[in-house]
């Protein structure tokens, strides 16, 4: 816990961005008769009849203090996946930074052993060096910020009924915006615990 405490408490560096990597998935449902639409005073209603669609896998990178929240829809959750993700992040979001602070939980994926399945010896070797590694504690995923991230992208974009994955890509990139960067808790001392909560509710005060 105390190592990614001391992640956050570290000032911006744009050469050594801090992103929160955290994945979860999506069941694809189809509806099987037309919805009755909404009216003055009742909300849509929806057959209890539905159909399964497949599941997709979305990927949040948040990076608070440099602005960027992306969202990266897959087909899988597998270490392919995972490292496309950390190629992007790395060649994509984050092509001049000298290091990537990288904080995340301790999915089996997670590893720098994904990208040497999914690249070859020399290129995923470039990949691992460009990142400084750091995970959550076992029991502790709370600590990743992409993780609240990812509840709060449930709650106002994923509730309901989404037929299938360009729909979903759809609805996410309509849903996703820059953010405002903004400084980590405020200038009065504190201890690490709390830092990390002055640090979330920083996040979440940026237009959530």
Avoid at 137 to 149: F, R, T, V
Wanted: glycine share 4%.
């Amino acid at each position: 816990m105390e190592d990614v405490l001391e992640v956050y408490q570290r000032p911006r560096d744009p050469e050594r961005p801090v992103v929160c990597l955290d994945e979860t998935s999506k069941q694809m449902i189809a509806e099987t008769r037309q919805p009755i639409a909404p009216k003055p005073g009742r909300k849509a209603r929806h057959d209890y009849e539905y159909a399964r669609n497949g599941v997709a896998n979305l990927f949040m990178m948040f990076a608070p203090l440099e602005g960027l929240r992306h969202v990266k829809v897959t087909d899988r959750h597998t270490a392919i996946d995972y490292a496309h993700t950390l190629r992007d992040l790395s060649d994509v979001h984050f092509p001049d930074a000298a290091k990537i602070v990288l904080v995340q939980d301790n999915l089996n994926t997670h590893k720098p052993a994904s990208l040497y399945e999914a690249f070859p010896a020399a290129k995923a070797r470039r990949l691992v060096e460009r990142f400084e590694w750091h995970y959550t504690p076992k029991h502790g995923s709370w600590l990743d910020i992409a993780e609240s991230e990812l509840g709060v992208l449930a709650s106002q974009c994923l509730d309901r009924r989404i037929a299938d994955k360009q729909i979903l890509a759809h609805e996410v990139n309509a849903w996703q915006h820059p953010i405002t960067p903004k400084p980590i808790g405020n200038s009065q001392p504190q201890t690490p615990a709390l830092s990390s909560k002055g640090y979330t509710l920083s996040l979440n005060d940026s237009g959530h």
